[in-house]
């Protein structure tokens, strides 16, 4: 009696998708715009079934609004949509996501204080996929001028493309 061959390994498409939730205070406008970014780098390469994509924020002052006019506008100007609606990060998104991403120390802190026994998300600032940028948080622009959108949308896309070049060799076992 022979064994049966085992199954080739599923391709990359095939496997769990990899989840990433980004996180800033209120959720208008640095981490919708990471979301943006991110969702948009997937889908100029196809990759859309291989990742879940979401964005929260520590305070809950604009839950249900869409991401700042300031923001879309400048996301727009580079082809980059912002879908998401604002929501509050909670304590189950850390057992849910397999990566949240956070713009700043403040995020940062707050999100592993809300980290109980079953977190079991990798929580990281997003800039430390930076490769063309040295920096260690993402600013908030939302009293600043229009400048600052466009600030955010080049460090974030800078972030994302790490983040992403990281998470396909982590998928692909490297």
Do not use: K
């Not at 100029?44 to 506008?73: I, K, N, Y």
């Not at 707050?110 to 993402?138: D, F, M, N, W």
Request: net charge negative; hydrophobic share 40%; with cysteine.
């Amino acid at each position: 009696m022979t064994t049966p061959a085992e199954p080739p390994a599923a391709p990359l498409a095939m496997a769990q998708p990899t989840s990433l939730l980004f996180v800033c205070l209120g959720n208008i406008c640095r981490s919708p715009a990471a979301e943006g970014v991110f969702l948009h780098l997937i889908a100029l390469q196809g990759l859309e079934d291989a990742f879940r994509v979401d964005s929260a924020g520590t305070g809950d002052w604009h839950v249900g609004r869409p991401a700042d006019e300031r923001m879309r506008s400048a996301a727009a100007q580079r082809g980059i949509a912002l879908p998401s609606r604002a929501r509050q990060i909670t304590s189950r998104d850390l057992s849910h996501f397999d990566h949240v991403l956070t713009m700043d120390r403040q995020n940062l802190t707050a999100v592993r204080g809300l980290a109980g026994p079953g977190a079991s998300a990798q929580i990281t600032p997003i800039t430390r996929y930076c490769s063309h940028h040295s920096i260690e948080e993402v600013p908030d622009p939302y009293y600043g001028g229009e400048e600052g959108f466009d600030r955010v949308l080049d460090l974030l896309e800078d972030a994302c493309g790490g983040l992403l070049e990281a998470l396909m060799a982590e998928r692909a076992g490297g």
